[in-house]
């Protein structure tokens, strides 16, 4: 029986391909605010504003390429049950070749019929995948809704998080890559890991958790992953 590996990423899992990460020093948190760009408040205000954050940071994902820290988490697949949860809203994960990929903040090739606050919520099955194209005011759903990104906003339920929780507390290895673990309910996650499992987190900065089970590897995700893969085949 194969062993199950938890794999929770950030954005730190993505800045070897060329993406800024949010709260580091340049973070795209920097360059925007994230309140205009990325809640749902600032989507009600100015979609336009929200709609062109989202195309360039689309249109930058269609000339980037996984790095060796998502190709070597796809590879861990050989030897285990690997599950990745993630908070980017990236492809990379799936383009390096992972095939259990679960986003938790959405996905930036992906758009959805824009309900108001007390309509229906959308249906998984309304969800439509625009590759790396541009989406504007005006581009509407079959319904005849404007289409928004799929993307969970700040002020939004996180849908998957249940999923996540339950992924975490059936695993036998929980490893974390890249993220500062600030944004809740993901930061969360790691409490959901039974009692003898093993975490290990792989960031060149400290992360605000701390917990007995816990080995940080103080490295980027490149070479954390190199190190990550002598450990586990011991
Ligand atoms: N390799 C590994 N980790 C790195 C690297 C790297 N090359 N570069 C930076 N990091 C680490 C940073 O030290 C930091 O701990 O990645 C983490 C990035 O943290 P954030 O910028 O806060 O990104 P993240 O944790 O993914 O943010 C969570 O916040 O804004 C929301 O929805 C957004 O999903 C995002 C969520």
Request: proline fraction near 5%.
């Amino acid at each position: 029986m194969q062993k199950r590996i938890a794999v929770l990423t950030g954005a730190g899992v993505s800045a070897e391909s060329g993406f800024a990460t949010f709260r580091d020093t340049g973070g795209l948190w920097e360059q925007y605010d994230v309140n205009e760009v990325a809640s749902i408040e600032g989507w009600r205000r100015n979609p336009e504003l929200v709609l062109r954050f989202y195309n360039d940071r689309r249109r930058q994902l269609k000339d980037a390429a996984p790095n060796a820290a998502h190709k070597a988490i796809a590879e861990l697949e050989k030897d285990f049950r690997v599950d990745v949860i993630t908070q980017n809203v990236d492809n990379l994960h799936e383009r390096a070749g992972s095939t259990r990929v679960l986003h938790l903040h959405g996905e930036l090739t992906k758009v959805r019929p824009n309900y108001g606050l007390y309509d229906r919520t959308f249906r998984e099955d309304e969800v439509i995948d625009v590759g790396y194209d541009e989406v504007n005011i005006g581009d509407k759903a079959p319904g005849g809704e404007q289409l928004r990104p799929h993307i969970v906003f700040f002020g939004e339920a996180v849908p998957n998080i249940e999923r996540a929780a339950d992924i975490v507390s059936a695993a036998d290895i929980l490893l974390i890559v890249g993220t500062s673990m600030q944004v809740y309910p993901a930061a969360g996650l790691y409490r959901y890991a039974r009692h003898g499992c093993p975490i290990y987190i792989i960031d060149p900065a400290s992360v605000p958790v701390s917990d007995p089970r816990i080995t940080h590897i103080r490295d980027v995700a490149t070479r954390g992953m190199e190190k990550m893969k002598e450990i586990l085949a011991k």
